[in-house]
């Protein structure tokens, strides 16, 4: 089967992370005011820098016209799509109940995030059936995650888009800083949602290509 005919979800997820970036940059507006939040700024510097690593990276990973790459890719989309309805119901939820005291869905959560590691995992085991080695199935995995992490990562900014206000102004940063970022409910909602996102971006691949990395070693163990 050609490239061409094979699933990788280039265009769109490259679209899609570009949307985020947007989303992001009208959430921060005005820009010079990030450098007041915690880690001068680096709470929103970083799914800022995630979002264009995201760009490069598909591009030039969705673009191998190799045919096990590709149907690695394949695999890895198709359930990157499923892992990511599974992280986007995790936001959901965590959002819900965030400040209700009758009910604690923290473990059915975690049984979600485990979920759509489960799923990077059995894309790393087609992309290693597919591609025929575990360093394949790791990539299957990891594009998986990008999949998921970027779908999670919309539902956090979209969210945190709709319900925060502008970024505060001030001229003085230290109070920027004491006020705001530490006794404000609203700027705490905004970091927290940013540190999210960061995770989604960041971590979620990592755990993805370990999980298919795993789920490949098995296929080839049960070869030899």
């Known amino acids: 089967m050609g490239s061409g005919a094979q699933l990788n979800l280039r265009i769109p997820l490259i679209l899609l992370a570009a949307i985020n970036l ?3 940059g009208m959430r921060l507006w005005p820009w010079q005011e990030v450098l ?8 929103a510097i970083d799914p800022a820098v995630c979002l264009l690593a995201y760009i490069g990276l598909i591009f030039f990973i969705g673009g191998n016209g190799q045919e096990p790459i ?7 989309a198709i359930l990157g799509l499923l892992a990511g309805v599974i992280l986007v119901a995790q936001v959901l939820l965590k959002t819900r109940f965030a400040a209700a005291d009758s009910f ?10 485990a ?16 591609g025929g080695n575990a360093g394949i199935g790791m990539l299957s995995g990891l594009w998986c995650a990008m999949v998921a992490g970027l779908m999670a990562c919309s539902a956090v900014l979209v969210q945190m888009y709709l319900q925060g206000p502008p970024m ?3 001229q003085d940063p230290w109070r920027q800083y004491e ?3 530490i006794g404000n409910p609203a700027t705490q909602a905004l970091v927290n949602s940013l540190n999210s996102a960061t995770w989604f971006l960041l971590i979620g691949p990592i755990a993805g290509a370990v999980m298919g990395l795993i789920f490949a070693l098995f296929v080839q163990a049960k070869k030899d």
């Open 22 to 24: 947007a989303i992001l």
């Open 36 to 43: 007041n939040l915690p880690g001068n700024g680096s709470t």
């Open 70 to 76: 590709q149907k690695a890719l394949s695999a890895g």
């Open 104 to 113: 604690h869905p923290g473990l059915v959560r975690a049984g979600l995030l």
């Open 115 to 130: 979920a759509a590691g489960a799923v990077a995992g059995v894309a790393g085991l087609r992309g290693a059936k597919a």
């Open 168 to 170: 505060p102004e001030t």
């Open 179 to 181: 006020g705001l970022a």
